[in-house]
């Protein structure tokens, strides 16, 4: 199982992202190899943010559209909804301390003790580093198969 960033989500649902014929063909890549994606609710939240940022993005969604693509990727065939519980919540707090995270890195660290405490071991990112320090997760970055001309 292959839980989703939001970076990813937001690379492979945003035009002209540069990193957007990437997470398209790691998308299809997955799905020709069913794969079995994961998604945990805290991703599509801070896809909601970012993709409706008109200071990041020069063609930002409305929050209308990007609530429609939310509710479509948290309703799609196939995908596993992983929701944060007592073992998790702990597991979060542990890795906090554990690696001296900051205030930065709650979302991230949350995410990545959801997805492991749920079984999830791959995930798919933009932002290796952001999950790197737990050194226990297998992270798949997408890379564009020939360079940018």
Known sequence: MIGIDSSFLVGLETQGHPFAC???EMFDLLTANSE???LQPSVLSEFVHTVT???????????????????EWWNAEGLVQVFPNAES???????MLK??????????TQLAA???????KRIVTL??????????FEIIVPTPSSPPA
Do not use: I, M, Q
Request: charged share 30%; proline share 2%; glycine share 2%.
């Open 114 to 120: 959801a997805y492991w405490t749920a079984d999830v």
């Open 22 to 24: 990437a997470c398209r």
């Open 99 to 108: 690696y001296r995270l900051g205030r930065k890195r709650l979302n991230d």
């Open 89 to 95: 919540t702990e597991l979060f707090l542990a890795w």
């Open 36 to 38: 079995t994606l994961a």
């Open 127 to 136: 932002n290796a580093k952001d999950f790197a320090v737990f050194d226990c």
């Open 53 to 71: 940022d008109a200071r990041r993005l020069t063609s930002p969604l409305s929050v209308t559209e990007a609530l429609d693509r939310a509710w």
